[in-house]
């Protein structure tokens, strides 16, 4: 069986895995103090245009969430997200845990707007609620969609109108890289807080790479790493993986692959007569198909059931990752047929 179901079921790319051979047997500092993490921040900050910002290397999404958030935040202050979002639904409330409520809004397409931040910041009024301090969204969404330029630009702007910090969360951040209205790299870093470049779903074995552009953010954030035990020991396990990512052209590169291996699916699912519950284009797809023919899906693919749409139907999630043939694509296709 060829499973559909996540973006981080394989190791990791071979480029990443021949980088972390080589240096195996090199001995270095811990604690990602070492020449690999510095070659890798350097790299990254070249990409950025940026010497100013800091950046830390981490093992999770979730991990890396709940200590920028917990950091950014004082006791009484609350971050705003979507309904959907991750440190909404799938984080096992990590962010709650340390006493930072998560104000929410349905979603649209998966993404939030002005108008809802809006509406959260005038509903909080004084000392007797929570203060709404940070706002938090994904590139790419929970449901496959990604914020444009413009739209990121928006949101930036009403962050700041309201001195309100803007955290993004790029677990698959490759995936909206390569789109063509989607803010570059340099651009997330002029028109954000804090943003983190997503490894685990992006080819790496794991790892998250946090940049924090706001001066306000940085200060002894070392300490919250630590203190929150995230601080690998072997720290240039991480450097020498996003070092290996970001050679070349290949973080950008999986990213591109990765939608193409999805498009394959969604023309051949459109083909044959299935609509999408949102459009993606992106590696997640969201199709909506009939309960027999899932039946017979599940005999030779796993899937990730999302919901019922009707007593007849439901909606399914499929993500393609770096390791994905276009071959076993075309196959879903051709088997979708008969």
């Not at 709940?66 to 705003?80: C, E």
């Not at 794991?206 to 954030?221: A, R, S, Y």
Request: charged content about 25%; proline content about 2%.
């Amino acid at each position: 069986m060829y499973n559909f179901a996540s973006d981080y079921l394989e190791g990791a790319h071979p480029k990443v895995m021949e980088a972390l051979n080589q240096t195996n047997f090199v001995q270095t500092v811990g604690y990602g103090e070492d020449e690999y993490c510095q070659k890798a921040k350097d790299k990254i900050k070249k990409i950025l245009n940026n010497e100013n910002v800091d950046i830390h290397f981490l093992v999770g999404g979730t991990q890396t969430n709940m200590i920028m958030i917990s950091s950014a935040l004082k006791d009484y202050q609350a971050v705003i997200a979507v309904d959907s979002g991750h440190i909404n639904v799938h984080e096992t409330g990590a962010v709650e845990f340390t006493g930072h409520k998560v104000l929410t809004k349905p979603h649209q397409e998966g993404k939030i707007n002005c108008a809802m931040i809006e509406e959260i910041v005038s509903g909080h009024t004084d000392e007797h609620m929570v203060q709404p301090k940070m706002v938090y969204i994904s590139q790419t969404t929970e449901y496959g969609t990604y914020y444009t330029l413009d739209e990121l630009k928006e949101i930036y702007q009403c962050c700041q109108k309201h001195h309100l910090y803007l955290f993004i969360d790029g677990a698959r951040l490759g995936s909206a890289l390569v789109l063509n209205d989607a803010p570059t790299l340099q651009e997330m870093a002029m028109y954000s807080d804090a943003f983190y470049i997503g490894g685990t779903k992006m080819g790496a074995l794991f790892g998250e790479c946090l940049v924090i552009i706001n001066d306000e953010l940085k200060t002894d954030f070392r300490y919250h790493i630590k203190q929150k035990g995230a601080m690998l020991a072997k720290g240039r396990l991480l450097g020498v993986q996003f070092d290996a990512l970001f050679e070349g052209d290949l973080y950008l590169e999986i990213g591109k692959h990765e939608n193409e291996c999805a498009n394959i699916l969604k023309e051949g699912l459109k083909k044959n007569g299935y609509s999408m519950y949102i459009e993606s284009p992106s590696n997640q797809l969201f199709p909506i198909i009939d309960h027999e023919t899932l039946q017979k899906i599940h005999q030779k693919y796993i899937t990730t059931p999302m919901f019922e749409v009707d007593e007849n139907h439901s909606c399914i999630r499929l993500v393609t990752s770096w390791a994905t043939s276009k071959e076993v694509c075309y196959e879903f296709v051709k088997d979708l047929e008969k």
